[in-house]
């Protein structure tokens, strides 16, 4: 049976770990090549060693524009076009309160995680229109919980992701009828998102602070604590030719936080 995405050329921006790399790996199961724009060397190589040849990886670094224009050409070059572009890396506040960063932190803060979060995905979304023209391809954004409500972060990520609901809807109108762009909102899970050095975030990741797997589960509405692969189901029906036609400007909520558990809820 030919996948989902057969022949499909994509790009991944932040594939190295975490939900990325699980789309990464979902594409190429269903039948896509990966071109992957991250930052890690070290996370580049381990993708290569387990991928080979169905991925293209680029180093470098999503806030520049350069680098989204480096990350395009090598998929035009090695896949012969791009069908779709998935915005995806991102930095956490680890939900520091307004009144809890020093104004130092809120400045420098602010700069390096709004770098990463909006401006990454603006010039990446720059840098992917004209070939994705070309192809009537696809954007697809990573946005969070904490696009939609609060408490899913501080009000550095929150605003952050508020902000991609705007990116999302904004080019979904300006690319249209040519490129469908769409996001996915996806709640809490262990992976190894960091938060911005300016803050003194970087060195520790949302795996080693979320709650255990039990009260994680207490945040849901439907009791699970997701896994990175448990989202990647969306990921593929955006990028699908013939499964979503008719979406753009869409956010799908797949965060299982926005309903509340109900009260007498036992487990
Ligand atoms: P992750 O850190 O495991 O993956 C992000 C990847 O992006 C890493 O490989 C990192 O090296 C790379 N990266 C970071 N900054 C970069 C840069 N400037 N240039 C290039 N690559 C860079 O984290 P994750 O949880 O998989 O995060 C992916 C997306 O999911 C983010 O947009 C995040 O906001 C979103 N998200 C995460 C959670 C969660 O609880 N983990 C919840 C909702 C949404």
Known sequence: MPGRLAGLSTLVTGGGSGLGRAIVERYLAEGAVVTVL??????????????GDSIRPVQGDVTSGEDNVAAVEAALEAFGG??????????????????????????????????????????????????LTERSGSMIFTLSNAALFPRGGGVLY???KHAGVGVVSQLAYELAPHVRVNAVAPGGMATDLRGPAAM??????????????????????????????DYVDTYVLLASRNESRTVTGAVFDVSTVGTPRRPDATS
Do not use: C
Not at 38 to 51: G, I, M, N, Q, T
């Open 38 to 51: 991250e930052r890690s060397p070290e996370k580049l190589r381990d993708l290569v060693a387990s991928h």
């Open 82 to 131: 791009l069908d779709t572009f998935v915005g995806n890396a991102g930095l956490w506040d680890f939900g520091k309160p307004l009144l809890d960063m020093t104004m130092n932190d809120l400045e420098q803060g602010y700069r390096e995680l709004f770098d990463v979060n909006v401006k990454g995905y603006l010039v990446g979304a720059r840098a992917s229109a004209k070939a």
């Open 158 to 160: 929150t605003a952050s």
């Open 200 to 229: 003194g975030l970087a060195d520790q990741s949302i795996k080693d602070i979320l709650p255990a797997e039990d009260r994680l589960r207490q945040y849901s509405a439907l009791d699970i604590a997701p896994r990175a692969e």
